[in-house]
């Protein structure tokens, strides 16, 4: 094993000493570095790395890739256990980055190739610190996380904020809160600087409330290590593979990053993308939620021998100066983990999770060159159709209460326990479900939620790709949300009697930043407008009798904070009202949701379950 590391410290810009961990390969003088840098304690073993049943402890990890020749190292980020400073949450990371990888670079036991890894906030880290482009980065590999633009996803999302960002914080600030004392907070947002959960932990209070509190796209969210856009010029030099899954907080970041580079990159530079039908840093586990994708769900002997050696492989070609890269044009792909079988019926195993299993395709660019991009309209009989509507007009009209919101079943969420439920989860209301008011009802049968459903499928339907969805709305109120969730919904079964209604992805939109997001537009009572909602994507089979389904609403709650309908900013409102929200119909109001279908024929799947 690794001799117990040398702990060195790298003195920032700033005069602040970071400190790291060094593992160095014996009987080298000078070897390409391997950088992770954490917020999670370099010390404490990661419970992501997990490869082939076995736990691997930083020293493990590290010796690893000392025995291929590569030094590790491993960092805390800015204020966070062994290093200085205070801790503001991302926005230090792209200069602390920055001066680690050059400093690296110049020590003796570095023959001045540096490459990074980690995962979540360590691939924030990573991404932060290109965007000012070290001259020593020469390759990255970014799991889970890596900020195009938080504005979109991970921070807030189509205007609304993301809760998950006050639960990481309250878990983090290590306040060690009960689950109890948890859920008594949540149950009474909004929260008021000085009266909130973490105000014993002001500097996490700071953060969160300036998360919070900025909902206008202003320069604060165009800083470094939130917002990548306008960098990826420099990064053309610097191969990377992206890795992520359906069920990610990061899937859209992934793809926009993955899509962002491959357009700024010399064409020679590889960038890779591996998507999964995962949790956040869920890969090694074949069961998201309450849904089991089967043993084809693990990079194991699908995509390569684990994602240990698929790392080590990436390092071996693109961190060690001189090495042959025979292999570039098989990195520079797409893997893909298509979702549901061919059999299609809702059984049950010996967990009882859903079955829905699936398997592994390659592609060359997102969306696939395959994909037909097809409209399927909303209809006032809660139908979904690609036949384009008939009528002149008409309508469906709900009633939200912000008092009684939408509860979030499920979805691409973490940090979260004993809040949220992540994954794939039958969309029926539970008591394991915050906010569910009525258990066993199914979530469609909420006077709050409007369901649009096609007809029982005659054959399998590929869905894999962005989704978008086009809503013809109108409210008594001067702002509010809609949000749309993608389910596939199975047949009533021996196992799911009232069939399994799964969901796949999920996405919200503050009315007032319908049109942009520098600057609201309320709302005028009545007044028809034009919302367009852009989902993350899927890749999943709906097969033959199953139903595609769209649910329309206007919350999902705790994922997103609750919108009072007044205009105002959700933390700081006075009040709260209902809203009447209406979603219209017909030839002058085609509200629809346009599906990336692949045809069959063009799908080569590399392993399958059926």
């Given at each position: 094993m690794t001799e117990r590391p040398l702990r060195e410290f790298v003195e920032t810009r700033d005069g602040i000493k970071l400190a790291m961990d060094v593992y160095l390969p014996q009987g080298k003088s000078a070897a390409p570095v391997i950088l992770e840098r954490?917020?999670?304690?370099?010390?404490?073993?990661?419970?992501?790395?997990?490869?082939?049943?076995?736990?691997?402890?930083?020293?493990?990890?590290?010796?690893?890739?000392?025995?291929?020749?590569?030094?590790?190292?491993?960092?805390?980020?800015?204020?966070?256990?062994?290093?200085?400073?205070?801790?503001?949450?991302?926005?230090?990371?792209?200069?602390?980055?920055?001066?680690?990888?050059?400093?690296?670079?110049?020590?003796?036991?570095?023959d001045g190739n540096v490459g990074t890894m980690g995962l979540s906030y360590g691939a924030h880290t990573q991404l932060a610190a290109a965007c000012v482009n070290p001259p020593s980065l020469r390759c990255m590999i970014l799991d889970s996380g890596g900020f195009a633009n938080s504005f979109i996803e991970g921070v807030r999302q189509g205007g609304a904020f993301e809760i998950k960002q006050a639960t990481w914080a309250i878990d983090q600030s290590r306040l060690n809160l009960s689950d109890e004392e948890k859920l008594k907070w949540y149950a009474n947002l909004p929260w008021k600087r000085g009266q909130s959960p973490v105000t014993r932990?002001?500097?996490?209070?700071?953060?969160?409330?300036?998360?919070?509190?900025?909902?206008?796209?202003?320069?604060?969210?165009?800083?470094?290590?939130?917002?990548?856009?306008?960098?990826?010029?420099?990064?053309?030099?610097?191969?990377?593979?992206?890795?992520?899954?359906?069920?990610?907080?990061?899937?859209?970041?992934?793809?926009?990053?993955?899509?962002?580079?491959?357009?700024?990159?010399?064409p020679t530079v590889p960038v890779g993308l591996i998507m999964g039908p995962w949790l956040h840093a869920g890969r090694d586990k074949i069961v998201a939620g309450d849904v089991n994708f089967g043993k084809n769900a693990l990079i194991e002997d699908s995509v390569g021998e684990s994602w240990l050696h698929v790392r080590a492989e990436w390092f071996e070609r693109y961190l060690k100066p001189n090495k042959a890269n025979a292999e570039s044009a098989k990195d520079d792909e797409i893997s893909l983990f298509v979702m549901g079988n061919e059999r299609g019926v809702a059984t049950a195993n010996s967990s009882h999770q859903l079955d829905h299993l699936g398997a592994w395709i390659k592609a060359s660019a997102w969306p696939l060159k395959e994909s037909v991009f097809t409209k399927y309209y909303l209809g006032p009989d809660g139908s979904l159709s690609p036949a384009q509507p008939s009528s002149e007009k008409s309508s469906l009209q709900y009633i939200y209460d912000p008092k009684t919101p939408t509860p979030t079943i499920g979805g691409p969420v973490t940090s979260g326990e004993p809040i949220f439920k992540n994954g794939a989860f039958n969309q029926v209301?539970?008591?394991?479900?915050?906010?569910?008011?009525?258990?066993?009802?199914?979530?469609?049968?909420?006077?709050?939620?409007?369901?649009?459903?096609?007809?029982?499928?005659?054959?399998?339907?590929?869905?894999?790709?962005?989704?978008?969805?086009?809503?013809?709305?109108?409210?008594?109120?001067?702002?509010?949300?809609?949000?749309?969730?993608?389910?596939?919904?199975?047949?009533?079964?021996?196992?799911?009697?009232?069939?399994?209604?799964?969901?796949?992805?999920?996405?919200?939109?503050?009315?007032?930043?319908?049109?942009?997001?520098?600057?609201?537009?309320?709302?005028?009572?009545?007044?028809?407008?034009?919302?367009?909602?852009?989902?993350?994507?899927?890749?999943?089979?709906?097969?033959?009798?199953?139903?595609?389904?769209?649910?329309?609403?206007?919350?999902?709650?705790?994922?997103?904070?609750?919108?009072?309908?007044?205009?105002?900013?959700?933390?700081?409102?006075?009040?709260?009202?209902?809203?009447?929200?209406?979603?219209?119909?017909?030839?002058?109001?085609?509200?629809?949701?346009?599906?990336?279908?692949?045809?069959?024929?063009?799908?080569?799947?590399?392993?399958?379950?059926?």
């Open positions: 954490t917020p999670y304690d370099m010390t404490k073993q990661s419970t992501a790395e997990i490869h082939k049943g076995k736990a691997y402890s930083r020293e493990e990890l590290a010796q690893f890739f000392n025995d291929r020749g590569f030094a590790v190292v491993y960092q805390d980020c800015r204020g966070r256990y062994a290093s200085e400073g205070k801790f503001v949450k991302y926005l230090s990371e792209a200069y602390d980055g920055y001066d680690t990888i050059e400093w690296i670079a110049k020590q003796p036991w570095c932990a002001p500097e996490y209070e700071d953060y969160l409330f300036n998360l919070w509190e900025n909902e206008l796209f202003s320069d604060y969210w165009k800083s470094l290590g939130v917002y990548a856009r306008g960098s990826y010029d420099v990064m053309k030099r610097v191969p990377t593979l992206l890795m992520s899954g359906w069920y990610d907080i990061y899937t859209r970041n992934t793809f926009d990053n993955y899509n962002e580079l491959k357009a700024n990159s010399d209301e539970g008591p394991e479900f915050f906010g569910s008011v009525e258990f066993g009802r199914p979530l469609k049968d909420r006077p709050d939620v409007l369901s649009f459903v096609t007809a029982p499928l005659k054959e399998g339907v590929y869905v894999i790709g962005p989704i978008s969805v086009e809503l013809f709305v109108s409210s008594d109120c001067k702002d509010t949300d809609f949000t749309v969730k993608l389910v596939d919904e199975y047949p009533p079964s021996d196992d799911y009697p009232n069939g399994y209604h799964m969901n796949l992805c999920d996405t919200i939109l503050r009315a007032k930043f319908r049109d942009s997001f520098e600057e609201p537009s309320y709302l005028e009572s009545g007044q028809i407008v034009k919302i367009t909602l852009e989902l993350p994507g899927t890749a999943n089979l709906f097969s033959r009798l199953h139903r595609i389904r769209l649910d329309v609403s206007s919350s999902n709650f705790p994922r997103f904070d609750v919108n009072p309908n007044t205009g105002e900013n959700p933390i700081t409102a006075q009040s709260m009202k209902k809203a009447v929200n209406t979603i219209h119909f017909g030839k002058h109001s085609p509200s629809h949701v346009t599906l990336p279908i692949v045809p069959a024929t063009d799908i080569q799947f590399i392993n399958r379950s059926k």
